[in-house]
């Protein structure tokens, strides 16, 4: 893949249903589901599908999207790799990804997107075609761009959601569609086109974020977003 840097996001579902859990995992799962859920009110409760979903030992990745910039035209053109064998969209997303010499540009990347997709390369034995996707460190730009990150001058307190910066910034927002919350029951029901929109739009959506605020270009239209 070539450009000088790329936008990456990606859907996770449990890696298996909580019954085919080994007693000594269930426990864990039942212990650290009561502590986070400790004090929370009933409709803010976590369960197993979103516990799983966002762990690399008990989830997996189904879906990762691309975004380039064609300043040519001004769109932004997106790909997706997505399968119910995770190891099929990691072993694609490598070959993407071999001899891109950019920066990937991402919304809380650095702690959970690319860790995640390292931590499941490792379990099928796959290495990361590009060396430079581990480099996980701190306080830098290249060759991970975490917006969220960088936009908040790395102070946790000062981070927002992605489809709240949106808003802010006037940008198309794909949590209008679909949240988080709902790929699992599309992935089950098979629903991998409305899966891969959801995916892209957020890919879009990072990308034209770091387009405006860091690149101060202006925004890019819907209508100017190449789904694929």
């Known amino acids: ?45 976590w369960d197993y599908v979103k516990l799983a979903s966002l762990d690399w030992d008990l989830g997996k990745v189904i879906c990762i999207s691309l975004g380039l910039y064609n300043e040519s035209t001004g769109s932004i053109r997106l790909k997706s790799l997505i399968d119910r064998e995770e190891r099929t969209v990691l072993t694609d997303f490598n070959q993407m990804i071999e001899g891109f010499r950019g920066d990937y540009i991402h919304y809380n990347g650095l702690s959970f997107d690319i860790p995640f997709i390292l931590q499941r390369m ?3 034995g796959i290495f990361a075609a590009d060396p430079r996707l ?5 306080y830098r730009k290249s060759p991970h761009f975490d917006l969220m990150q960088v936009w908040a001058n790395w102070d946790y307190t000062k981070t927002k959601p992605l489809n709240v910066l949106a808003n802010i910034s006037d940008l198309p927002n794909p949590k209008d569609e679909m949240d988080g919350s709902m790929v699992y029951a ?40 190449e789904f694929s």
């Open 122 to 124: 490792a379990y099928h």
């Open 1 to 45: 893949m070539s450009g000088t840097f790329m936008a990456l996001d990606i859907e996770t579902v449990p890696r298996c249903e909580y019954s085919d859990l080994s007693p000594t995992v269930q426990a864990w799962v039942d212990g650290k589901l009561a502590r986070i859920n400790a004090g929370r009110e009933e409709d803010d409760e």
């Open 134 to 138: 581990d480099s996980l460190a701190r």
């Open 186 to 225: 599309y992935f089950k029901a098979g629903e991998f086109e409305a899966i891969k929109r959801y995916c892209e739009f957020d890919t879009a959506t990072v990308l034209n974020l770091y387009l405006h605020l860091i690149r101060k270009q202006e925004v890019v239209p819907l209508e100017r977003y």
